[in-house]
């Protein structure tokens, strides 16, 4: 009976490690309006873990196994970047970027 609780939990475990979150939500311009065709990617240690394309609403969504604390950039816009925070759920940032001398800025809206 014991081996068969401790094979449970087991299981148990792996299913929660194999959920994924999700990181979506919306990018705005310096003029407040959406930011579309731009990559935006979510890195873990430096290294890309996720990617998609914002559409014409300037809304992005990509999927995400790892949980804790990643970094959202924004390609071709120098500095823009924003600490995003995974879970086994889905989590929505509504950011605008915003221009500060010669780098870009991400902040919450």
Do not use: C, H
Not at 5 to 25: N, R
Not at 42 to 51: D, G, R, T, W, Y
Not at 88 to 98: D, K, Q, V
């Amino acid at each position: 009976m014991k081996k068969l609780g401790i094979l449970l939990f087991v299981l148990m475990s792996f299913s929660f490690l194999g959920q994924a979150g999700e990181v979506y939500g919306t990018i705005k311009g310096n003029d407040g309006k959406p930011l579309t065709k731009q990559v935006v990617q979510i890195l873990l240690n430096e290294k890309v873990i996720a990617s998609d394309t914002t559409d014409i609403n300037g809304y992005f969504s990509v999927k995400i196994k790892e949980v804790g604390k990643l970094k959202l950039v924004i390609i071709g816009f120098k500095g823009a970047s924003f600490d995003v925070f995974s879970a086994n759920s889905a989590t929505r940032y509504n950011l605008s970027m915003i221009k500060a001398d010669d780098k870009w800025i991400l902040k919450s809206q």
